[in-house]
């Protein structure tokens, strides 16, 4: 698996697959229902079978989906047991077996065309709710949760960091991820680094600098509570942040 990533990285391209193969089973199970929904309104009897034959295609794509997201999982989030992987993983195969289920049921006529709509209405939901947790998996928890003393510097977080570096991490040089940064070890180093960010040997890098006009040394205080409780505290303590931690 790692050597397909490698190879596809040799072409330059470095992203997760999933999002390529995604879009075939869940366009044509949209398209199954509203083609049900149109044989119901309008009785042509073209709409059914197309609806059929478009949920059997949604069935076929829907594997290369389910594989690729599984690759990913593994090569990017490390194939850790994230509960929006669990909740994805669930709604793939619940997704899989309504398909199949209105299939089987197609195949046999005298299956009520009502249950055959409400099993597709179900198949919608539940590729909405696959694109709400694949959303929250790329976007809602690249910050971890604070707790109310430390929002802002969350906020701050979200706003100047974490689009370069997601759950602490580093997407430009990954060898450098924030969250084992030698610069949250005491706030001096953390303040200088922000003011004018260098490589480990002193050169400049691709870190962009956060002057005070951005980031207020009050604000940068925030920020470094926040990383430190996000990112080193949570190691020893599992994301309690420890009582003596106060904003003075
Ligand atoms: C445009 C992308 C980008 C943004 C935005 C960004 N960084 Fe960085 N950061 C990097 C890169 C790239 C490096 C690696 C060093 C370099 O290239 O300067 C890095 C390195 C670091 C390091 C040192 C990591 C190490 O292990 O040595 C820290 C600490 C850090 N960033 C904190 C922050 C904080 C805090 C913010 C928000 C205020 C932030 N960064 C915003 C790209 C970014």
């Given at each position: 698996m790692t050597f397909i990533y490698d190879w596809l990285a040799k072409i330059g391209y470095t992203h997760p697959l999933h999002p390529v193969f995604v879009h075939f089973p869940i366009g044509l199970t949209a398209g199954a229902f509203f083609l049900m929904l149109g044989f119901l309104l309008l009785k042509q009897s073209s709409l059914q079978i197309s609806s059929r034959h478009v949920a059997l295609l949604a069935l076929l794509f829907l594997?290369?989906?389910?594989?690729?997201?599984?690759?990913?999982w593994q090569r990017f989030y490390a194939g850790v047991w994230l509960p929006e992987i669990k909740i994805k993983l669930t709604l793939a195969i619940t997704l899989f077996l309504l398909l199949a289920l209105v299939i089987w049921l197609g195949l046999r006529k005298t299956s009520a065309n009502g249950i055959l709509l409400a099993?597709?209405?179900?198949?919608?939901?539940?590729?909405?709710?696959?694109?709400?947790?694949g959303g929250e998996l790329v976007y809602g928890s690249r910050v971890p949760?604070?707790?109310?003393?430390l929002q802002a510097g969350q906020r701050i977080f979200e706003g100047n960091c974490a689009g370069c570096h997601p759950r602490g991490g580093n997407i430009i040089v990954p060898q450098l991820p924030l969250r084992s940064a030698?610069?949250?070890?005491?706030?001096?180093?953390?303040?200088?680094?922000?003011?004018?960010?260098?490589?480990?040997?002193?050169?400049?890098?691709?870190?962009?600098?956060?002057?005070?006009?951005?980031?207020?040394?009050?604000?940068?205080?925030?920020?470094?509570l926040y990383l430190r409780f996000a990112f080193?505290?949570?190691?020893?303590?599992?994301?309690?942040?420890?009582?003596?931690?106060?904003l003075q």
């Open positions: 594997p290369f989906a389910i594989v690729t997201g599984i690759m990913d099993l597709l209405t179900l198949a919608v939901v539940n590729i909405g709710a696959l694109g709400y947790f949760k604070a707790p109310v003393a030698p610069q949250l070890n005491e706030f001096g180093t953390f303040l200088a680094f922000l003011r004018n960010p260098k490589m480990p040997d002193r050169t400049t890098g691709l870190m962009p600098a956060f002057p005070a006009s951005k980031l207020s040394d009050q604000e940068v205080r925030q920020l470094y080193v505290e949570s190691r020893r303590e599992e994301m309690m942040p420890s009582p003596e931690m106060s």
